[in-house]
């Protein structure tokens, strides 16, 4: 099929970008919507043309590196994938696609479709971990956990640190990504001692680094490709509440 | 060179407790005055980062993505290996040494193996106390699952995402110690050199993949747990940014390069539609233990089904030729990786593969489905099922999958000792980068138990020996040798930068890929190897004469990122075809057509090829020097695997 593609152009962070009209002509509907930018940038680099930049890596939908969006929407328009899993066939001949890099103030643009994630790397840094050494710990099996909590931390646990839920909400709120890294240890019995502490820490790096408030819009939830609900929301907010007035206790008696 | 593995003398089970003991320690005021380099934060790295600098060494990390968590180790699917026996059905840390020993094909260290299953135990304990949701059962405890062809059920899973759990694991680990100030950590930062002053590692030369600032680092030991190599196939199922650029460069700083042949074909992956691929995606090896592997019987129904003048659900079941339980009734299904992969290639040569291009095999749940109801199968495989949908656009609850094998891993890597070491003094490689523990194949589930095993327990140990050989000195990038490194990476990026030829980085790539598949693939051949090795000489040539790389270096580009890696790629696929001339043996995943049995299995030579091959760099198109490392075995008898 025979594709028009609008792509946000932008050198580098400190110069301003525009969208840029290329031709996708010969696209297969087996390819992959990256291996499509692929077949474009090798027309480019021919032409000798700078390709068009985005990040990308392990292309199975688990390294949370790729991103863009497609149309209006983080990953693409269909539900519960990354971009590097949808296909062609999603798409019709003669379609016209707009391709924009995640649009956030705490995400600010690298080059063209690429932007800067750091900022959830420095929230998981403030708290996101238990404090155990290595060495010295239990044995595997003299933790028992139930399965039901077991199977409810796995699926906050499945987060792939993509940033389209970001990207998806009209305030660039991190909540449903930072709540579900606070959930996954929230559950489990490991993550206890460090409970209440964590998701101070988390929330406050959280704050610090510009992210948007959440106003239960559920955009977020409706395009994380790895489908974290909302639940863990509410279980940051209480368990974020607890530390805060544990907090004020503390300080009461001081 | 004489090359020492320092394999301790002793008993197996005594060795590496008594190595321990033996290992010098550091006085822990002094641990502060120590910097250690780790290149590298997948699996290995990031685990060896933070258990340095839990122990109180300044650690300086670095990765090639945004983020540690997106190391290739993120996409393992499976599992890992531990020989905690929690299913009271034989296994123990003695077995679990033997099974990977013979998995190997006998050309794997004793020493080394035994230690990676005494230890296998504790990184399961680690990981639990980190957080790490391993798959459950009702009671609470932890689930196993058998994998990959093994006896007992001993493979740890986290549903179809092990491999990200364990590195969420490492990588939370690994961030408290970035938190307290301990580790510094680069991200979107290459590696291009190793730094070498008075014949030690001290230091590397990296570039800001944003700005190209090319920098220098210096430390008392620098650490590579950089992946393996499987993309020098183009296709391959690594992620996209895999490569072997940093292994390369400290191979031509000295360290000698091991085994370099050895690669696994994994067998059941999603076969390639077209030249426009980029990737190949892996369909888990869990799904053997249900699915059936078949061919049709004849090469005229193939034909037809290729054309789809017949359906497969059509097909006879006296038409269907379920080839692996055929020939190997006792394993059937579940034969080591090699096996399963060599025979699909020899089905599809016979002109029985089937799919539009014929090169592909299916994989059959019918009778699973039939047998434990269509909701069993998707509780235990949905997201595989779900993901080969996504892809091919076929149901395969209702059609069979088409598989084929792809490149996978990669065995060989930089040479180490137990210790791991390089032959270059100071440079120490983990993880899937070096050669050590899985010999001429490995076994599901255990690279991510051996990059683990290094990281969080091997390594931890070793280094502190050698700092407190070397001392607390301060080291810094003030000695010349930083300087004339930083420079000879500079001259190599500005040699690329000019590169204003007709033909893309990708289609050098992809080419250099075509001839590794086609000639040092899964079948090989003195006169197949030898004419790789004219084409591989001209490509380089051709490269370096007719590339395009566009840009400039102050720059996020791309297209020289590519570049590098690429050319790198192609000197190391000299050495692979060099190295798989030179074993006329066939071993685990080498298979020499010139040695097989009379039933076509691969067949070892022992009296001449029961060594490691450990390659030493001469300079620039000078042929590499082979230095061998005999392999002793104590413990185990050698014997022609079997798996009928
Ligand atoms: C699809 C797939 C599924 C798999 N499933 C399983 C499984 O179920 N069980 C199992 O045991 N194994 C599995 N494996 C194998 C296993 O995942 C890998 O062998 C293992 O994770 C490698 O870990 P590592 O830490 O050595 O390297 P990696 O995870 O590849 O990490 C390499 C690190 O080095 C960095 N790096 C590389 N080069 C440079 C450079 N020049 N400069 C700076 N940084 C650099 C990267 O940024 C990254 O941080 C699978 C592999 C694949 C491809
Ligand atoms: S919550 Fe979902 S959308 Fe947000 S980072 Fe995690 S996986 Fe991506
Ligand atoms: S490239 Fe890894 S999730 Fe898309």
């Known amino acids: 099929m025979n594709l028009t593609l609008k792509v946000w152009r932008q050198k580098n962070a400190s110069t301003k970008g525009a969208f840029v009209t290329y031709k996708a002509d010969g696209i297969s509907a087996d390819m992959s919507f990256l291996e499509m930018l692929d077949v474009v940038n090798e027309g480019l680099i021919h032409k000798g043309e700078d390709p068009i930049h985005f990040d990308h890596d392990c292309r199975e939908g688990i390294c949370g590196m790729c991103s863009l969006y497609i149309n209006g929407q983080p990953h693409g328009p269909k539900r519960a994938i990354t971009t590097c899993q949808l296909h062609m066939r999603t798409f019709h001949d003669g379609q016209t696609i707009t391709i924009e890099p995640w649009r956030a103030g705490p995400f600010p643009v690298i080059k063209d479709l690429a932007v800067d994630r750091s900022a959830f790397d420095r929230i998981q840094r403030a708290g996101g971990y238990i404090s155990v050494n290595t060495g010295g710990v239990p044995d595997a099996n003299e933790i028992a956990i139930s399965k039901v909590l077991a199977d409810e931390a796995f699926n906050s646990a499945t987060c792939i640190g993509c940033g389209a839920c970001v990207a998806a909400c009209k305030n660039a709120s991190a909540m449903l990504f930072v709540s579900a890294k606070i959930s996954q240890f929230a559950l489990l019995p490991q993550g206890q001692p460090e409970r209440y502490n964590r998701a101070m820490a988390m929330v406050e790096q959280m704050d610090k680094e510009g992210f948007g408030s959440c106003t239960n819009t559920g955009a977020c939830e409706a395009e994380c490709p790895k489908e974290i609900s909302l639940t863990n929301i509410g279980r940051m907010n209480r368990d974020y509440f607890t530390a805060k007035f544990l907090k004020e206790e503390e300080e009461h008696k001081s | ?644």
């Open chain 2, 1 to 644: 060179m004489i090359l020492d593995a320092k394999i301790p003398a002793g008993p197996l089970a005594e060795k590496w407790s008594k190595h321990k003991f033996n290992l010098k320690l550091v006085n822990p005021a002094n641990k502060r005055k120590y910097n250690v380099i780790v290149v590298g934060t997948g699996l290995a790295g990031a685990s060896a980062a933070a258990s340095l600098a839990e122990l109180g060494y300044n650690v300086t990390a670095f990765c090639f993505q945004d983020s540690p968590r997106r190391a290739h180790s993120i996409a393992a699917q499976g599992g890992i290996n531990a020989a905690k026996n929690y299913r009271n059905d034989g296994d123990s840390v003695y077995r679990l040494f033997y099974d990977t020993i013979k998995g190997g094909d006998y050309r794997a260290r004793e020493g080394n193996v035994y230690r990676l299953a005494e230890v296998s135990v504790n990184i399961i304990d680690q990981c639990v106390a980190q957080g790490v949701p391993f798959a459950r059962e009702y009671g609470g405890l932890l689930d196993n699952r058998s994998f990959g062809g093994a006896q007992v059920s001993r493979t740890f899973y986290a549903r179809g995402q092990t491999g990200q759990q364990l590195l969420l694991g490492a990588y939370s680990a690994l961030n408290r110690q970035i938190h307290e100030g301990k580790v510094k950590m680069y991200t979107r930062t290459e590696m291009l050199d190793v730094v070498v002053v008075d014949g030690k590692a001290q230091g590397i030369v990296t570039r800001n993949l944003v700005t190209g600032a090319i920098e220098t680092h210096a430390g008392h030991a620098v650490l590579l747990a950089t992946g393996g190599y499987g993309n020098v196939f183009y296709l391959s199922t690594n992620a996209m940014g895999c490569n072997v650029t940093a292994a390369w460069r400290a191979h031509k700083r000295g360290a000698f390069f091991a085994n370099p042949c050895y690669t696994q074909i994994h067998p059941t992956c999603i076969p390639v539609t077209g030249d426009h691929q980029s990737k190949l995606t892996l369909m888990s090896e869990s799904l053997r233990n249900d699915g059936r592997v078949w061919a049709p019987k004849t090469v005229e129904l193939a034909q037809k089904l290729r054309k789809g003048e017949l359906k497969v659900t059509d097909l006879k079941e006296e038409d269907r030729d379920y080839f692996l339980e055929r020939k190997y009734p006792s394993f059937g299904n579940l034969v080591p990786r090699d096996v399963a992969s060599r025979n699909a290639k020899e089905v599809v040569d016979e002109g029985k593969g089937v799919g539009a291009s014929g090169v592909a095999v299916y994989l059959d749940f019918a009778e699973s489905i039939a047998r434990l109801g269509e909701d069993t199968v998707r509780a235990k495989y949905g997201n595989l099922f779900d993901m080969y949908y996504q892809i091919t656009d076929e149901d395969p609850y209702k059609v069979p999958m088409r598989i084929y094998p792809a490149v996978h891993y990669t065995m060989g890597g930089l040479w180490v000792d137990y210790n791991l070491m390089t032959t270059l003094p100071g440079l120490y490689c983990l993880g899937e980068a070096n050669f050590s523990d899985h010999g001429a194949n490995r076994l599901g589930a255990s690279a991510l138990m051996q990059g683990l095993a290094d990281g969080y327990f091997v390594v931890p140990y070793t280094v502190g020996d050698y700092l407190a050989t070397i001392g607390p000195k301060p080291i810094d990038t003030t000695h010349p040798a930083f300087a004339q490194t930083k420079k000879d990476v500079e001259d190599r990026i500005q040699q690329l930068i000019a590169l204003k030829g007709t033909k893309t980085v990708d289609e050098y790539h992809r080419e250099l890929g075509h001839i590794m598949w086609e000639y040092c693939g899964m079948a090989r051949s003195a006169e197949g190897l030898n004419k790789a090795k004219g084409l591989i000489a001209q490509l380089k040539v051709d490269f370096w004469k007719n590339a395009i790389v566009l840009g400039e270096n102050e720059e996020f580009n791309s297209s020289l990122e590519k570049a590098g890696r690429v050319a790198d790629f192609i000197e190391l696929g000299a050495l692979m075809i060099e190295d798989a001339l030179n074993r006329t043996e066939s071993c685990g995943g080498h298979f020499r057509v010139e040695s097989q049995t009379e039933e076509g299995e691969a067949l070892r030579d022992d009296e001449h090829f029961a060594y490691v091959a450990a390659w030493e760099y001469t300079g620039e198109d000078k042929p590499e020097v082979l230095n061998k490392e005999p392999l002793v075995f104590e413990n185990v008898k050698l014997t022609q695997r079997s798996y009928k």
